[in-house]
């Protein structure tokens, strides 16, 4: 029981972190923004846990920034991604160390964080609705982003036909949206075509 609860503590925190940091990519586009974030946040993301030195915390928060802004999704983009390069071997690393990169941070092993598929499903939790509707027409988001856009719709559509958001909480609402949230996309709504349908037939996006 005590392992069940340590994992779901695990999974809320990096939920959690990866909401905030795309709730920042979304707010802002703009990579030395989110990398300046993520270092002044490195503590209370990952002081947590064991490091060989107390840079350790802000040397993964580089990486993990570096990761996901490779991977994410911007609406200034057309909801592409605009990577960035590794740093070169004689830049400042990332990590604010003062340090040059190939002293510091180039000799940890690569590392990569979050997915795509994680990264566009939190975009889809938290776009706003106009938003949300140019991301599917793009036609750029994974099945289990999609799941989680008509999740949303569909929740919308079942709280104004009860006239309240507060059907939200009743049990049957909350049953059925632990269940949409659960598992893969194939699970929820089937595979890739049948997503982007059920989203289509909500949204009036033809796919």
């Not at 925190?13 to 802002?28: P, R």
């Not at 270092?39 to 209370?44: G, L, T, W």
């Not at 049957?172 to 289509?200: K, Q």
Request: glycine share 6%.
């Amino acid at each position: 029981m005590a392992a069940k609860g340590a994992a779901s503590s695990s999974n809320d925190y990096v939920e959690q972190l990866l909401l905030e940091m795309v709730a920042h990519m979304l707010s802002h586009e703009d990579f030395e923004a989110l990398l300046t974030w993520m270092r002044d946040s490195a503590q209370r993301f990952f002081g947590h846990m064991d490091f060989v030195d107390e840079g350790g915390p802000r040397a993964l928060a580089a990486m993990v920034a570096r990761s996901a802004w490779n991977r994410m999704p911007l609406p200034g983009n057309h909801f592409k991604p605009r990577p960035v390069p590794t740093p070169g071997r004689n830049d400042s690393c990332p990590c604010n160390s003062g340090a040059k990169y190939k002293h510091c941070c180039a000799e940890l092993p690569s590392f990569e964080s979050f997915s795509a598929d994680d990264i566009w499903t939190a975009v889809a939790i938290q776009l706003p609705a106009a938003q949300l509707r140019v991301a599917i027409e793009t036609k750029r988001m994974p099945p289990i982003a999609l799941a989680e856009a008509a999740r949303r719709e569909l929740l919308a559509a079942f709280c104004a036909r009860a006239g309240s958001a507060e059907v939200a909480e009743r049990p049957i609402a909350r049953g059925w949206n632990r269940s949409l949230r659960s598992g893969s996309a194939s699970s929820v709504l089937g595979p890739r075509s049948s997503a982007r349908g059920a989203v289509g037939r909500l949204m009036d996006v033809d796919y």
